[in-house]
């Protein structure tokens, strides 16, 4: 069964990703009735095989001067017997009744398996849907007038009228039921659960489709749309831990569109909007802050955001222990916000994502997990390095600093190749802002030289060998774009080296050809490897430290 769950997962990702796409593009997914053609189908077919055989009975198989010449084939139909009514049309009743038991039944047990399982949203959000409020309508209405009119026949009276209708609105009843029930599966889908929860949250944030009054009543708009942003983090982290990938990752994706979509309309917000009101302050992530902190994230125009950023963590903290691929999924949505925020030059928001890209490393350290601070450091320099593009070079030195920190602070928990893992990517940011000439870079460049300590352990060993090898190959690319001076820099801070270990540093680096790593990872990059350039430049850089 599990299998085919996640086989069926898998299936609704593609179709998944086209709503999640439109709704990043701008316009509402919003569910739209497609079971008038099947009712239409099954009426045919059913009216049909009736009418065809009614015709065979009445004309072929029954006498020829009997009762169908003499009245016809409509007026025959309609030639009611008050007796066999009475019977029948008690018949009827009882079989509208069941379809409306039949309903209940089934629609009560799917709603209850999909809110236990995604969010207790589901069935709210179910109940409160007009296509299904009219269909579970019109079958009690049916059940009523079936009931009804069984009382109105009588010896000397025939309502030839309300009996028809009683039987169209019962032929309906039993046409809609397949159809309900596809519609049903349908919208419990829980990718157009997903899309639905993520457009209630920018609906209530900008105001749109929550009626006149609510529109104008800022405290409930913030309360529906804090309330869309915990299920929305509900059905992601209940799917991380039933190591669902796609509507984990889809969950985290509509996350993260709110944010993409609500910055464009952040400036044509009042300023009441800004400040955490009446009906969210009670919340327990907002409860928990520091009035001074509170106050500051009003300033700052944040908790939006915020709000969205500290669900992303939850998500995070989830998939450590439950499905590691999905750390990284939640690293790159994070990344994506802040691109976002600086397309619009919100300083306040990417500040917000590299707290939380530190806060991400914090517990990937604090779990000793390698991979996800791998992943974390990628998506992390990918944003410094578009900062840099954009001259943010006091917030690149910041972060070229949690670089540096979290990679102390690594070795010290043992994970060695963290460590090096984060001198390559600060070599990368020195590269960056030395191509784009950023007045960060001699400062990121002293940054990255102190990364490097005297070995306590064999452990702390390996993990300096690797700084070493980053920071030769950032002098080798120095010197290959004629900046011998900043080479100079990197030669001198490892002086103090032992011959032995730098030329075995240089050894090894000479071995690798390959600019792919020989394992499947992520960045598929060899952090050993140096283009013919730099290659080239390598005994010049070591002639330097008069190792030949």
């Not at 029930?181 to 900008?206: C, E, H, S, T, W």
């Not at 939006?304 to 998939?319: I, N, P």
């Not at 320099?381 to 602070?409: N, T």
Request: glycine content about 6%.
């Amino acid at each position: 069964m599990h299998a085919l769950a996640r086989a069926g997962s898998r299936l609704r990702g593609k179709r998944l990703s086209a709503e999640l796409a439109g709704l990043a593009a701008g316009g509402g997914t919003r569910w739209r009735p497609h079971f008038p053609s099947g009712i239409i189908l099954l009426a045919l077919v059913a009216g049909l095989i009736f009418g065809g055989c009614w015709l065979v009975d009445a004309y072929w198989l029954g006498e020829r001067s009997g009762p169908a010449l003499r009245l016809g084939p409509l007026r025959l139909l309609l030639d009611l017997d008050p007796d066999t009514l009475q019977n029948e049309l008690g018949a009827l009743a009882q079989i509208i009744v069941a379809v409306l038991g039949i309903a209940i039944t089934v629609v009560s047990i799917v709603v209850q398996l999909a809110a236990t399982r995604y969010t207790s949203r589901i069935a709210d959000m179910f109940f409160r849907d007009k296509t299904n409020l009219a269909i579970m309508g019109f079958f009690v209405v049916a059940c009523l007038n079936a009931v009804w009119v069984t009382l109105s026949v009588t010896k000397n009276y025939i309502p030839r009228t309300t009996i028809v209708m009683t039987l169209l609105m019962t032929s309906a009843s039993v046409l809609l039921l397949i159809p309900y029930f596809a519609y049903v599966f349908d919208f419990l889908d829980p990718g157009k659960v997903i899309v639905r929860i993520g457009q209630n949250v920018l609906d209530a944030a900008l105001g749109h489709h929550v009626g006149r009054k609510a529109a104008h009543d800022l405290a409930a708009r913030q309360a529906i749309c804090v309330a869309a942003m915990e299920n929305l983090s509900d059905v992601a982290v209940n799917a991380v831990a039933q190591k669902d990938k796609i509507i984990a990752s889809h969950a985290t994706a509509a996350l993260r569109t709110a944010v993409v979509r609500y910055q464009p309309h952040k400036a044509s917000l009042p300023a009441e909007w800004f400040a955490v009101g009446p009906r969210i302050r009670s919340n327990p992530d907002f409860i928990a802050m520091e009035p001074d902190s509170l106050r500051e994230l009003e300033r700052q125009r944040l908790w939006f955001e915020w709000k969205v950023l500290r669900h992303l963590r939850s998500v995070f903290a989830e998939s450590l222990n439950h499905l590691p691929e999905m750390a990284h999924v939640v690293a790159i949505e994070t990344r994506y916000i802040g691109e976002a925020a600086l397309q619009r030059d919100d300083r306040a928001v990417v500040a917000a994502v590299v707290k939380y890209f530190n806060t991400y490393l914090r517990g990937a350290i604090n779990s000793h997990d390698v991979r996800a601070c791998y992943n974390i450091l990628n998506q992390y320099r990918v944003l410094a390095e578009l900062l840099l593009r954009h001259g943010w070079s006091d917030l690149v030195l910041a972060i070229a600093r949690h670089f540096a920190y979290y990679g102390q602070v690594a070795r010290g928990a043992g994970m060695g190749f963290v460590t090096e893992t984060s001198a390559h990517d600060l070599g990368a940011l020195c590269e960056r802002a030395f191509e784009l000439a950023s007045p960060a870079h001699d400062t990121m460049l002293g940054i990255f030289l102190e990364v490097d300590r005297a070995p306590e352990s064999k452990t702390d060993e390996k993990a300096l060998r690797g700084v070493r090898k980053a920071q030769v190959k950032l002098a080798t690319y120095y010197l290959v774009h004629g900046a011998d001076g900043n080479a100079q820099r990197v030669c001198d801070d490892m002086r103090s080296e032992s011959p032995e270990r730098l030329n075995s540093i240089r050894a090894e680096m000479l071995r690798v050809h390959a600019k792919d790593f020989w394992e499947v990872t992520e960045r598929g990059v060899n952090f050993d490897y140096l283009d013919e350039s730099c290659r080239a430049k390598l005994d010049e850089f070591f002639d330097g430290l008069s190792l030949r």
